[in-house]
Each structure stands twice: as structure tokens, then as C-alpha cells.
């Protein structure tokens, strides 16, 4: 049985961070499974499919459409749609303020959902995003929740955007975490919780390396 490591949470707590550094360290695979939401979001705003009236529809018809790949470039890790990589693409604003209303039509989470079991099934995976502990491996035996207060998350969301997009507003990251937290939060497909016997982790006043010396202290147990 391949070990699965499920790390939850909201935006911004640093779960693709420490999923990542944690993977690295147990030599095992990283799925970043945020960026796949997100690469599905971009997929259908560069199709101009994502437009006032929204319609589920068409973008449950599209999804046949969409090739997602994990490459490991010099260290790094890179997610590829359609061949392209697109690691930078998915981390604007206009990702962020649509990803949560793809995330939340059924069809499309059960079109991640399989690919991410299926990537598990054969390695040992670190996993992180916001149902892994309670929808996609609810079995795994190490599973953290991560949580920051609201202005924190946003300041590092907002000090990771502007390194490319020097038009971005703090005011604007706050409210759009707050607001997908919202959305997240209440859906009624796989709604962003952490799973009963997750180990929630509060990052606010933490540094990088006391979180990751934490999980790895835990997952060791």
C-alpha cells in the first residue's frame, strides 16, 4: 500500500509550499492539486468560455478537451495543460476570482479526482489541496489542516502576485480570499473542511522551515 500525506487548508496557509518541501525531503511525489483546479479555470477563460452567463454545460463538454500533466524541471515543479507550461499562468487574478466556481460543479471534481487516484495508486504521494483528507484519499493516515488569519494569507498572497503583476491591490487579494473561502466553504460538493481526524496546524505566526519541521516531526509519529 502507497503511503498518502493529505495536507488541506485554505489559500495562502502554505500548503503547495510545505506539500512541496515535504515531498522533496520523503523522496516521494508532489500533486499540487490547486493548480489543477486552476489550469482547468485558465483552460476556459482562454476559450472564452467563462463569460457573465455562466453555463456548467459547456464546460462539463469541454472537459474531454483537457490534458493535465506534473513535470519536474531543474528541481521544480511545473503543471503542463495541453503541452503548455502554464506553472505562472494560473496564479492571476483572474484565475483566482473564477476557480472557485469551476471548482464547484461536481463533474469537473470527478474529473480531477480520477486523475489524482490515479497517480497515487502507483507512488508515494504528498497531496495538497482542499478535500484531499475528506473526498479524494478520506483512508490516508497522516492528514494536516492548515489555517492563517485572513490578513496574513493575504499579505502572502499579494507579496507572491506583484512579483509579476504590479498592478494587483492588497484590499483586492483580501477580498477575494475571503470571498472563495465563502464559496469553498459552503459548496455542496466537496466542501472546504478539514476531515475529523486531520491535525490542524495554525501557520500564522510560524516560519517556513518551524511548519515543516512540525508535519515532518508528525508524519514520523
Partial sequence: MKEIIAIDGHAATGKS?????????????????????????LYFLKNNMLKESFDSNIIIDNLKFINLEFKFIKDSHFIFLNGNNIENDIRNMDVSENVSQI?????????????????ASNNNVVMDGRDIGTVV??????KFFLVASDKIRAKRRYEELKIDHNNV?????????ISRDLED???????????????IIDTSNLTENQVFEKLISLIRE
Avoid at 509550499?17 to 479555470?41: C, E, H, P, W
Avoid at 484519499?137 to 497522516?142: E, H, R, T, V
Fill in 17 to 41: 509550499t510545505q506539500a512541496n518541501k515535504i515531498a522533496r525531503f520523503l523522496n516521494y511525489i508532489y500533486i499540487d492539486t490547486g493548480s489543477m483546479y486552476r489550469a482547468v479555470t
Fill in 103 to 119: 471548482a464547484a460543479i461536481p463533474e469537473v471534481r470527478s474529473f480531477l479526482v480520477e486523475i489524482q487516484r490515479k497517480i
Fill in 137 to 142: 484519499f478520506p483512508k490516508a493516515k497522516k
Fill in 169 to 177: 491591490k492588497f484590499s483586492k487579494v483580501l477580498e477575494n480570499l
Fill in 185 to 199: 466553504s459552503t459548496r455542496k460538493t466537496s466542501p472546504l473542511k478539514p476531515a475529523k481526524d486531520a491535525v
